[in-house]
């Protein structure tokens, strides 16, 4: 369809418009953000100028289809308006069922059940994706549930600040995959949730959840699951795991009491796991146990905890150890991650607490950690990331790590570059297998350090630390890295 010219400048256009717009970006989020931005600007430029087209040449109207696409690329409430223009966009809006799959609807329009109703009424049995968000303080769930009673034989996904104890929820539903519900309340899942059958429901998000005691065939097929507050207490051994046994990613937020956690052992299936509370007394090591985590690919454990000896043991025995400081928004946290033999996953959070000082109080914080939990893998560590003032803390401790072989040093833009060589210092640690040492600098220091510095493994390590046993002196590579 393109020319060998139109396809050149088009693609020319683009990858200048993209690497302009991404130049200096460094979040992964940020690129997306553009990107979707780049591309949702060229379908409103081309959906403007075919409704241009059609409009200019009467006697050479779209293609129905055609016209179907450029409808599709509209909100839903402009896809609702030009539906009104003419009777034949009329008769496009109508003809095409998949032009309302996805509704979306807030509760700033006070007609919503009414639009939602409107639009369900063109879907014919074409599955249908739902989300209403909550905008204003007042909302019509109930508006909402009764459209909803009549169509969740082909709803596929409902994203809604309602609640799963509507009425809707107790029908069968068996093309519904996704469940993301908002609301604070905390509503029992029942035997007769979506209609008591087996369906295809695979993903949930809730609020609250509490499981009554009793059997939940929908629960079945649910593979991922997050919910923010404890289960109900009282189940004994009808729990998640004996209802959900194909779960594969558990998430659980702001977690309250220990027992409130499912009991085990957790499905084979169960891979991905995360645990969010502000508990300081959690024995995660019992309920881990517990539940099987050999085999899990990937733990993740935000929590209270700041006494090293309640750390968890999952962040023991590591082959790679990665630690940081997150100190972007709040909470603040130290953020020990890392790889075990298999390649495993696992992540332990741990609060700072906001102060004028908090940068100073979190680094204070991490030389005490760094040490004990380093020691930890001595015998296992083969990678090792960690922020300046945190080596500089580790390199005071006598602790052998054997099988270090790559090391990353990161530099922030507080820091002084010049502490990073020890020079005649003396230094404890042991690092026998060491072979590349990567130091990263953020691009804003470099006025400040030169644009070439000189580094050597002698600087950052101290020379005694390069000879071996028969003092002969071995290699260690060092590249510095601008970021």
Same mark, same amino acid.
């Given at each position: 369809?393109?020319?060998?010219?139109?396809?050149?400048?088009?693609? *020319?256009?683009?990858?200048?418009?993209?690497?302009?717009?991404?130049?200096?970006?460094?979040?992964?989020?940020?690129?997306? %953000?553009?990107?979707?931005?780049?591309?949702?600007?060229?379908?409103?430029?081309?959906?403007?100028?075919?409704?241009?087209?059609?409009?200019?040449?009467?006697?050479?109207?779209?293609?129905?289809?055609?016209?179907? +696409?450029?409808?599709?690329?509209?909100? =839903?409430?402009?896809? #609702?308006?030009?539906?009104?223009?003419?009777?034949?966009?009329?008769?496009?809006?109508?003809? =095409?069922?998949?032009?309302? *799959?996805?509704?979306?609807?807030?509760?700033?329009?006070?007609?919503?059940?009414?639009?939602?109703?409107?639009?369900?009424?063109?879907?014919? #049995?074409?599955?249908?994706?739902?989300?209403?968000?909550?905008?204003?303080?007042?909302?019509?769930?109930?508006?909402?549930?009764?459209?909803?009673? %009549?169509?969740?034989?082909?709803?596929?996904?409902?994203?809604?600040?309602?609640?799963?104890?509507?009425?809707?929820?107790?029908?069968?539903?068996?093309?519904?995959?996704?469940?993301?519900?908002?609301?604070?309340?905390?509503?029992?899942?029942?035997?007769?949730?979506?209609?008591?059958?087996?369906?295809?429901?695979?993903?949930?998000?809730?609020?609250?959840?509490?499981?009554?005691?009793?059997?939940?065939?929908?629960?079945?097929?649910?593979?991922?699951?997050?919910?923010?507050?404890?289960?109900?207490?009282?189940?004994?051994?009808?729990?998640?795991?004996?209802?959900?046994?194909?779960? %594969? =990613?558990? $998430?659980?937020?702001?977690?309250?009491?220990?027992?409130?956690?499912?009991?085990?052992?957790?499905?084979?299936?169960?891979?991905?796991?995360?645990?969010?509370?502000?508990?300081?007394?959690?024995?995660?090591? $019992?309920?881990?146990? %517990?539940?099987?985590?050999?085999?899990?690919?990937?733990?993740?454990?935000?929590?209270?905890?700041?006494?090293?000896?309640?750390?968890?043991?999952?962040?023991?025995?590591?082959?790679?150890?990665?630690?940081?400081?997150?100190?972007?928004?709040?909470?603040?946290?130290?953020?020990?991650?890392?790889?075990?033999?298999?390649?495993?996953?696992?992540?332990?959070? +741990?609060?700072?607490? $906001?102060?004028?000082?908090?940068?100073?109080?979190?680094?204070?914080?991490?030389? !005490?950690?760094?040490?004990?939990?380093?020691?930890?893998?001595?015998?296992? !560590?083969?990678?090792?990331?960690?922020?300046?003032?945190?080596?500089?803390?580790?390199?005071?401790?006598?602790?052998?790590?054997?099988?270090? *072989?790559?090391?990353? +040093?990161?530099?922030?833009?507080?820091?002084?570059?010049?502490?990073?060589?020890?020079?005649?210092?003396?230094?404890?640690?042991?690092?026998? *297998?060491?072979?590349? +040492?990567?130091?990263?600098?953020?691009? $804003?220091?470099?006025?400040?350090?030169?644009?070439?510095?000189? !580094?050597?493994?002698?600087?950052?390590?101290?020379?005694?630390? !390069?000879?071996?046993?028969?003092?002969?002196?071995?290699?260690?590579?060092?590249?510095?890295?601008?970021?």
């Amino acid at each position: 369809m393109l020319t060998p010219n139109h396809n050149l400048a088009l693609e *020319a256009c683009l990858r200048d418009v993209f690497r302009d717009l991404t130049h200096g970006a460094h979040s992964a989020s940020h690129v997306q %953000e553009i990107l979707m931005a780049v591309m949702d600007k060229s379908l409103r430029v081309l959906r403007d100028e075919m409704f241009e087209w059609n409009a200019s040449f009467i006697t050479q109207r779209l293609p129905p289809e055609v016209l179907a +696409i450029c409808m599709q690329c509209l909100p =839903f409430m402009d896809r #609702i308006r030009v539906s009104h223009v003419s009777r034949d966009w009329r008769s496009v809006a109508l003809a =095409f069922p998949a032009l309302w *799959a996805d509704i979306r609807l807030s509760t700033k329009y006070r007609a919503a059940p009414h639009l939602l109703r409107l639009a369900l009424s063109r879907t014919g #049995i074409c599955p249908i994706d739902f989300t209403y968000s909550q905008v204003t303080p007042t909302i019509d769930n109930f508006g909402i549930n009764d459209v909803l009673c %009549e169509h969740m034989h082909h709803l596929r996904s409902i994203d809604w600040s309602g609640s799963i104890d509507m009425t809707c929820f107790s029908r069968p539903a068996p093309m519904l995959e996704v469940i993301r519900c908002t609301t604070v309340q905390g509503p029992s899942v029942h035997g007769d949730f979506l209609g008591g059958v087996v369906g295809r429901l695979r993903s949930m998000d809730v609020r609250c959840l509490y499981l009554a005691d009793e059997p939940c065939p929908a629960l079945s097929t649910v593979q991922h699951l997050e919910c923010s507050l404890p289960w109900n207490v009282t189940v004994g051994e009808n729990g998640l795991f004996s209802r959900a046994p194909a779960l %594969e =990613f558990l $998430a659980l937020r702001n977690v309250r009491e220990l027992n409130s956690l499912p009991s085990g052992p957790a499905p084979p299936s169960l891979k991905h796991v995360s645990i969010e509370t502000t508990n300081d007394d959690f024995d995660f090591d $019992a309920v881990l146990e %517990e539940w099987g985590h050999d085999q899990m690919n990937y733990i993740s454990l935000r929590s209270g905890i700041t006494d090293l000896n309640y750390f968890p043991s999952i962040i023991r025995n590591l082959v790679s150890l990665d630690v940081s400081v997150d100190l972007l928004q709040p909470p603040y946290s130290i953020v020990f991650r890392g790889h075990n033999h298999a390649g495993f996953t696992r992540l332990v959070a +741990i609060p700072v607490e $906001a102060t004028y000082r908090t940068q100073l109080h979190a680094f204070t914080m991490l030389a !005490l950690y760094i040490p004990r939990v380093t020691l930890w893998s001595c015998t296992s !560590l083969q990678s090792l990331g960690l922020p300046l003032p945190a080596w500089i803390s580790l390199l005071e401790h006598s602790i052998a790590l054997t099988c270090l *072989a790559h090391l990353t +040093i990161r530099v922030s833009e507080d820091d002084e570059y010049c502490s990073l060589c020890v020079g005649d210092a003396s230094i404890s640690l042991i690092l026998p *297998a060491l072979r590349d +040492i990567v130091v990263e600098v953020p691009l $804003a220091a470099m006025h400040e350090i030169g644009a070439t510095p000189t !580094l050597t493994a002698s600087h950052i390590i101290g020379q005694d630390a !390069l000879c071996d046993a028969m003092g002969r002196e071995r290699y260690v590579n060092v590249t510095v890295i601008y970021v």
